[in-house]
């Protein structure tokens, strides 16, 4: 049987089997149990009297009870091995992911490392006793990157504080030259994943550029437990060269890696890594004006709160 079920049955050499199977029934019977009753019974014919196919039936339900057991044996031997090779393939299919998703989070960091440096260098020239504050601003953003950067998801009060500190620095770069109006509703105690807004804010910023007054963006967030929707809105003018933020004869330089839409790009891998068929990105350009719509959906509905404004401004004329 040890050799026979795994060459055979298993392999689902099922005719093959069953006639390996008769023919060992046959030689068991004829071969060994007739000589062996003939021989301690002292007579030839016992076999007959007592019954030819009641001696082959009791073989073949031998032989069919051992079968089944081992073939029992061996497959239980098989799913266990199948369930052990699923969880280490799932396992590393999970490291891996982590991997790519700490991977991509870490191609945010440059751009805001260096253009808050450089913003800082330009107040440490202009205002010392204001850089000082933005030194300290900046201090909890590290920490945050350091900390809730790392974790798979985090609430989104954070990630709206993290967003808010960093327009604030922006604002000191740039100055009046942008306005910004950021609009937060809902429950804030909904997770999201860290980092996962900021590339669209930082994208406005970047992008958000106009021939002669400055330009605006407009930034709405609401969250309950059934969804959280993104809306980064932002003015644009593709004939415009880029402001120049130069002050009191100091310029500040930015930071621009020249990738193209890197970090939408970024942005939609992790969507897809974490968020599976459950989001929704849409991105719309047109002569004026740049906008980006992310929902992600939850499972249940909760009515929003009254939304919040942190800041509304307009744009002075350059």
Request: aromatic share 12%; charged share 20%.
């Amino acid at each position: 049987m040890y050799y026979l079920i795994p060459r055979y049955l298993l392999a689902k050499r099922y005719w093959q089997y069953m006639v390996i199977i008769i023919l060992l029934t046959i030689l068991v019977v004829s071969i060994i149990h007739y000589p062996v009753m003939s021989y301690l019974f002292k007579n030839p014919f016992y076999i007959t009297r007592q019954g030819y196919f009641v001696l082959l039936s009791d073989t073949i339900f031998m032989l069919v009870i051992s079968t089944a057991l081992k073939f029992l044996k061996l497959l239980y031997e098989r799913e266990k091995y199948t369930k052990q090779l699923e969880t280490q393939t799932l396992e590393l299919t999970q490291k891996n992911l982590e991997t790519e998703l700490s991977l991509l989070k870490n191609q945010i960091n440059p751009h805001f490392l260096f253009n808050t440096l450089n913003s800082i260098y330009f107040l440490i020239k202009k205002n010392p006793t204001q850089s000082r504050e933005v030194v300290l601003q900046f201090s909890d953003m590290l920490s945050h990157q350091l900390y809730d950067a790392t974790k798979y998801e985090i609430p989104i009060s954070k990630e709206v504080e993290y967003i808010q500190n960093y327009i604030d620095l922006e604002k000191i770069r740039q100055g009046d030259l942008v306005a910004v109006d950021i609009e937060v509703s809902g429950d804030l105690i909904q997770p999201i994943a860290p980092m996962l807004i900021l590339p669209f804010v930082e994208n406005a910023f970047k992008h958000g550029k106009s021939k002669t007054d400055g330009y605006w963006i407009k930034i709405l967030i609401q969250a309950t437990e059934q969804y959280i929707k993104v809306q980064v809105e932002n003015s644009f003018d593709p004939s415009a060269k880029p402001l120049n933020l130069e002050k009191d004869g100091l310029k500040i330089p930015h930071f621009d890696d020249h990738r193209k839409g890197i970090g939408l790009m970024n942005v939609r891998r992790r969507l897809e890594l974490m968020y599976a068929q459950n989001y929704q990105l849409d991105v719309h350009q047109d002569q004026q004006i740049f906008k980006v719509n992310l929902t992600i959906n939850h499972k249940q509905n909760k009515e929003p709160s009254t939304p919040q404004h942190y800041e509304n401004q307009k744009p002075s004329s350059r």
